[in-house]
């Protein structure tokens, strides 16, 4: 039966007031023991409890309504009465722990660890090293920034069996440092984790990841235990520069690994790289190679490379015998050793050249050449080879190039009778070129001529004739052992009638020049004014009527006037009849047809120039009001035109590269590579433009075969120097 608590705390107040404690406690306790959650009568309770000397009950009502209140939220309160306990017994552990979470989640962070500290102390007295030991652990989670505590909670851990935590809290204490970036500390924190789980790969994993960041380069090799993990490490210390580190990287992965013969010729292709052909050739032969043409490769660089030359050579001619097509390659081969090994480079390039030409790829065979002599200059058998190629493919630009290297590589060798001949042949077909000049004098100086200034003004200013071995400086010279050819009996022209002429536009002087007379506009009676786009009849009558003769070869000679006729006749030559015989008549008739014929397909081709460079205009302010679907359809009729190739096939390039549609843009700048630039700034643009396309594509070789073609003739033209580093790294490693 529930007691009347309002008089039992007036008979408990009446007994306080007559010094009856024990009475006025066994009132309250009444009430306790009838509502226990009446926390006042309860903690007034303890109070007397603490009056009387009896503390420990005190204690037991101050931690019952304690937990109570924290459990229900009232932190506050519960801290008050914790405290309260503490007063009494200030030794209470469980007052003491209770009161350190709640100060914890209050970021009171030193009363928590003065409480925690102070448990710990009372255990350590009594020699409990596993509760020291969760003390520890308790601190350790405080202040995720004390990171001194949390590695000493990790290790308390350890001392109470439990390994698992003890390396999850490591591996999170390395995660924070190295976000902090502490990476040596982190490294500290995950060796302590692995010494705890050696066989945990995560752990020894992100140890490696540390000690690659922290430069612990020594460290990341004793952490790498896999092949996987060995190739991993030699990227990054190939990504940051550290090419020894990584070296020994991939020879770790190789002793790991023997049989991945991927991974052998990688570090075959690094060593070779280095320039070290003898470690290389540890890890790569050609019998290891197989039939594998790009492991051959490798094998065909070492050679090269080292003391294997005629090995090297032969192994390329066996690939190129197989296949043709990678004869490309081969010169990349050849150039990219040419620097450290000239003579195997240039045997290399040759070869490579001996096919293009077998397939009457001239222009490809001296675009190998040039760029060999562009790294290896002055080399005389590589620019003799190239010229005669040059010579042989009707190269006559590139021809006189070469030419100029191999005089300048002549004066550097000393071989003066062979410099001049050269210069002096470059001086005859271009005597305003200074250059050709200046090497025409060297040339002299080092013939010992003890005049060059004088025989080059003698010869520049023709009292001395050229000593030019160039045939093409010259006429048909006629073969001195030949019998001279009877001369031809004389031909007796027949008379040229002409018609009777308007003696106001006579004129007989111009008659007399040539047996074709071509009329003036003046001698036009109608004085018909001609626009800048009127096309020269005469000159095609000339070219048409002098094509054409009798059965014996010989021309026949016509006299005419173009005068045009206005009456509605229609045009007449001279306004007369036939000058010669009917069969000469019928000749010129035929001759007149074809003229007219080609002067309507040049009206055609004018007006076909015309409809495209409006579609071209029309393209390009399409493309700059944004609607490119219209546009590239517009540019693609605009880029039939020969005269616009370059420039619709270029912006459609650009168009389609702009979209991410690199091979499409590809096929584009290639068309466009094809026609005539406007300029050489163009030209350069458009080459980089296509190598950067075909580089996002994964055509390594295609790349830098153009970055190489742009950097040989712009030179250090936008970021071409770097391009051909880094792609010649990325061809040399497959």
């Not at 020699?127 to 308790?138: C, E, F, L, N, S």
Request: proline share 4%; aromatic share 4%; charged share 30%.
């Amino acid at each position: 039966m529930p007691i009347d608590r309002a008089e039992a705390l007036r008979k408990a107040e009446k007994f306080l007031r007559q010094g009856k404690l024990d009475s006025a406690i066994a009132e309250y306790l009444r009430v306790v023991e009838d509502q226990p959650r009446d926390w006042n009568a309860a903690n007034t309770l303890g109070d007397l409890y603490a009056r009387a000397g009896q503390s420990e009950k005190a204690v037991e009502q101050y931690v019952r309504i304690a937990d109570s209140l924290n459990e229900e939220g009232f932190v506050s309160k519960a801290a008050a009465l914790y405290k309260k306990v503490l007063k009494v017994r200030p030794d209470d552990e469980h007052s003491l722990l209770q009161g350190a979470e709640i100060s914890a989640a209050q970021g009171l962070l030193a009363d928590a660890r003065a409480n925690l500290n102070a448990v710990g102390d009372r255990r350590k007295s009594r020699k409990d090293t596993r509760g020291v030991a969760q003390i520890h652990i308790r601190l350790a989670s405080l202040d995720p920034n004390d990171y001194e505590a949390r590695r000493t909670g990790a290790n308390a851990r350890v001392q109470i069996g439990d390994i698992a935590g003890a390396v999850d809290d490591f591996t999170k204490i390395a995660a924070d440092l190295t976000e902090k970036g502490r990476q040596a500390d982190a490294v500290g924190a995950l060796r302590d984790a692995l010494a705890l789980a050696p066989d945990d790969g995560a752990v020894r994993a992100q140890l490696l990841d540390a000690c690659v960041e922290a430069g612990d380069f020594a460290g990341a090799r004793e952490c790498a235990t896999t092949a996987d993990q060995f190739r991993s490490l030699a990227l990054a210390f190939e990504a940051k520069g550290h090419e020894a580190e990584s070296l020994a990287a991939l020879s770790d992965a190789a002793r790991l690994a023997p049989d991945d013969a991927e991974l052998r010729a990688t570090l075959a292709r690094a060593f070779a790289a280095r320039g070290d052909m003898k470690s290389a050739a540890e890890y790569l032969t050609e019998e290891s190679a197989g039939s594998d043409p790009s492991l051959l490769l490798m094998v065909a660089e070492m050679y090269l490379r080292g003391d294997r030359v005629e090995q090297g050579v032969a192994l390329v001619r066996r690939l190129l015998d197989e296949d043709p097509s990678r004869r490309e390659q081969m010169a990349i081969l050849g150039w990219t050793i040419a620097e450290q090994a000239p003579e195997a480079g240039f045997r290399t390039v040759e070869m490579a050249a001996d096919t293009a030409v077998a397939e009457s790829d001239w222009a490809g065979a001296a675009a190998a050449l040039q760029e060999f002599v562009t790294r290896v200059p002055n080399h005389i058998p590589a620019l003799m080879r190239l010229v005669e190629i040059c010579v042989d493919g009707g190269l006559e630009a590139t021809m006189y190039s070469a030419q100029a290297q191999l005089a300048d590589a002549y004066i550097e060798a000393g071989a003066a009778n062979e410099a001049l001949v050269i210069s002096e042949d470059l001086v005859a077909r271009e005597p305003w070129e200074r250059a050709n000049v200046e090497r025409f004098r060297r040339a002299l100086e080092l013939s010992g001529e003890s005049d060059p200034e004088g025989v080059i003004a003698s010869r520049l200013s023709g009292q001395s004739p050229f000593m030019s071995t160039d045939l093409a400086l010259h006429g048909d010279l006629p073969d001195l052992n030949e019998d001279p050819a009877p001369e031809p009996a004389p031909v007796v022209e027949e008379p040229i009638v002409q018609a009777p002429q308007p003696t106001a536009v006579a004129a007989p002087s111009q008659a007399a020049e040539t047996p074709l007379r071509r009329a003036s506009v003046a001698d036009d009676p109608f004085d018909l004014e001609l626009g800048a786009e009127s096309i020269d009849l005469n000159a095609l009558l000339v070219d048409d009527l002098s094509m054409s003769g009798n059965e014996s070869g010989e021309q026949e000679h016509v006299d005419v006037d173009l005068s045009i006729s206005l009456d509605g006749a229609g045009a007449s030559v001279n306004g007369s009849e036939s000058s010669t015989s009917e069969a000469t008549s019928s000749s010129k008739d035929s001759n007149l047809d074809g003229v007219f014929e080609r002067l309507r397909g040049d009206a055609a081709r004018r007006s076909a120039n015309e409809a495209a460079r409006k579609q071209y205009e029309q393209g390009v302010a399409l493309q700059q009001a944004g609607d490119l679907d219209a546009a590239i359809s517009a540019l693609k009729e605009a880029s039939r035109a020969p005269s616009l190739r370059f420039e619709a096939a270029a912006r459609l390039g650009r168009i389609h590269r702009g979209r991410n549609l690199a091979p499409q843009a590809a096929e584009w700048f290639e068309r466009a590579a094809e026609a005539p630039a406007p300029s050489a700034d163009e030209a350069h643009l458009l080459l980089y433009d296509l190598a950067d396309v075909l580089e996002s594509m994964g055509e390594t070789a295609r790349a830098l075969a153009i970055c190489m073609a742009l950097q040989s003739e712009a030179g250090n033209y936008r970021d071409v120097a770097a391009r051909v580093d880094r792609l010649s790294k990325v061809q040399a490693r497959g």
